[in-house]
C-alpha cells in the first residue's frame, strides 16, 4: 500500500490489514504459514474492543486514543419540515478520544501538505 493517499481516500479494513501486513514485525514466515494471520489479529483486536466498551469499559490504546461509552440525556428537537417539537428519548453512544501521538501526527503531516 502506498504510503501517500489522496486526502479523502477511505481505508476499508481489508486495506488497513494489507497495510499492517506490510509493515508488520511479525516474520514473513509467519504470513507463509498463514496468510489470513493478520486478518485474524485484526478481527480478535477489533472484537475484545467492541466486547469491552458494549459492556461498560473504556480502552484506552496510548498514543492512538481512547473508546467509552457516554450517555445521552433525553432532548427536544425539532422536526425541520414542520417545526414541530419532537422529544429525542436518552441514547448511550460510543466516544472516541483521539490519543495525543495520533493527534500529532495528524497535525504533522497536515502541516506539511
Avoid: C, Y
Avoid at 53 to 59: E, F, L, N, T, Y
Avoid at 86 to 93: I, L, Q, S, Y
Amino acid at each position: 500500500m502506498a504510503s501517500k493517499l489522496t486526502p479523502g481516500t477511505t481505508l476499508f479494513k481489508d486495506d488497513i490489514i494489507a497495510a499492517a501486513a506490510d509493515n508488520s514485525l511479525i516474520k514473513e514466515e509467519a504470513f507463509e504459514a498463514d496468510p489470513k494471520l493478520m486478518a485474524k489479529a485484526f478481527e480478535a483486536i477489533m472484537n475484545a474492543i467492541e466486547d469491552q466498551v458494549s459492556q461498560g469499559a473504556r480502552v484506552r490504546i496510548t498514543g492512538f486514543g481512547m473508546w467509552e461509552l457516554a450517555d445521552r440525556a433525553p432532548r427536544t428537537a425539532r422536526n425541520p419540515h414542520t417545526g414541530e417539537p419532537v422529544e429525542v428519548p436518552a441514547t448511550v453512544k460510543v466516544r472516541f478520544k483521539v490519543g495525543a501521538g495520533f493527534a500529532g501526527l495528524v497535525k504533522q503531516r497536515a502541516a506539511q501538505r
